[in-house]
């Protein structure tokens, strides 16, 4: 009996989710992704009856399959008399039905609001849309080693895939608004050397019918005047168009009385290695550690953001992307991070790291996803990892940026960023600008001396020399000093001393910006 390990994945994932201009987009796009994902997860199960998969363990489909996301990756081990060259083949044949399906049913809903149009762009744009990247690997000496060789060929196969092969750019014609990458999709195909207004013209004649029922129905998904899209980001309208379930706008998400928003990106420190190291301990702590995981994922975030469910895009494994309301954006951040080491046993010395960006509901989601991407990337280059990255955009001025380390206690976390919070919230906003003026010509870098200046700023503010805070908890200056030293303990670890001290001024600037009711920046109409 031979044994084989078997890696599937899907490329591009986060450039096809991320090419959003609503919410619904985004949301529409990562279930989209979850759910290929999952029927190929059903349709190895019910082609390899003997095979285990080992990751991920214990996901149900059913669950709340609004929220809960199946996770971007399918690990199994199989066993039979077949070659390797057998089972690729054979998986290779599953992922080429089940793309085809897919690209079929949505050919037919584009038809459905376009009988007019020619399918053949919309073939090809929908066919070069997932691509999956696996291997097949014999199995060696040990499962370990035999993990360490599948990820290191999975890695070479998607080193060697030529992107501009298969994705199909736009020679001529519109772009489509959304993913600014694909041709807008037209009843008569566009051809070289077509004038801008005759392009217009036709994408006009095309999108009319639509763009109007737009503006009659603003829950109307589909397009907006102007918007012709691609069969991608057309397809995504289309399944939202479908869905029950209505992810809430961004002016719903941000009110009116607050039109900032935070978004959050949170992923698991070096989990893959992590799995890979549990198999030393043989294949069932490897197999305790993935259902952990979904448990996570299924169970313990839709808790955390109870009281904000709806703003949840997706967990999926140590995956977690959702919006936020302004100001509870820290608290939540660690509630999080929290909640993924005291989840399970097996989890508890696991840290997670997170971008954060706040922004204003009017800022292109687009930017604002990246961003956020950019600032996760940026939290797990803290030393130590374990650590948030923020960004807060004002609607005028210069982006505030600054780390903070959640540190390993929950309640330690918790009490300092809300006393934080609840400190400058009652102080004069023109303590932080001359702080600024204090410390940041000279730039203080000794800790003590930093200390010794923000009590000096402290002494002399308006501010009453016991700080009552919510009506109950009085703080003696002294004590407020120490609440917002221990926040530059947390900032910027391992970067230089004068970083770190701009990181600290930011984070307090953002600080006071979640903590104070009016809206600081006068950009907002
Ligand atoms: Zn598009």
Redesign the pocket.
Known sequence: MKQYLAIITLSGVQSFIE?SRKTGDLWAGSQWMAKTMDQLHDEIIKKYSFCSVIFPQGVSSSKDAFRVAFPNRIVLLLKGEQTGEEYEREIQWIIDKLQKQAVESSVRQIKQQFPLMPTDLADKQLRSLFKFHFVVTSHGSSLKETMDEAEQQLRTKKKQFVYQDWMSQPEHGLV???????TALTNTPFTPRLSMGKMKQIAWETWTQLWEKAQEDRKFVLAKENEA??A???SKRLRLKESKYKFPSLDVIAEKKDPYYGLLMMDGDQMGDRMKQSLDDGLGTYQNLSQAITEFAQGVVPDVFSDDEKLLIYAGGDDVMSFLPRKNVLQLAGKLRFAFSQSRPSLNTQTASMGIVIAHRRQPLRHVLAETRKMEALAKAQEGKNSLALTVFLRSGTPLQASLHFGYHEEQYKDEVEKSLAVIKVLPNSFLFELEKALLPGLLSEKEMIRAELKRVLNRSEAPNRLVIEGQLELSKDEANDVLMSLYDRVGRGASEEDRLQQWIAMLHMFNFIAKDEIADKGES
């Open positions: 090419q489509c608004p959304v993913c600014q990458e694909r899209l691609c991608v980001c057309l």
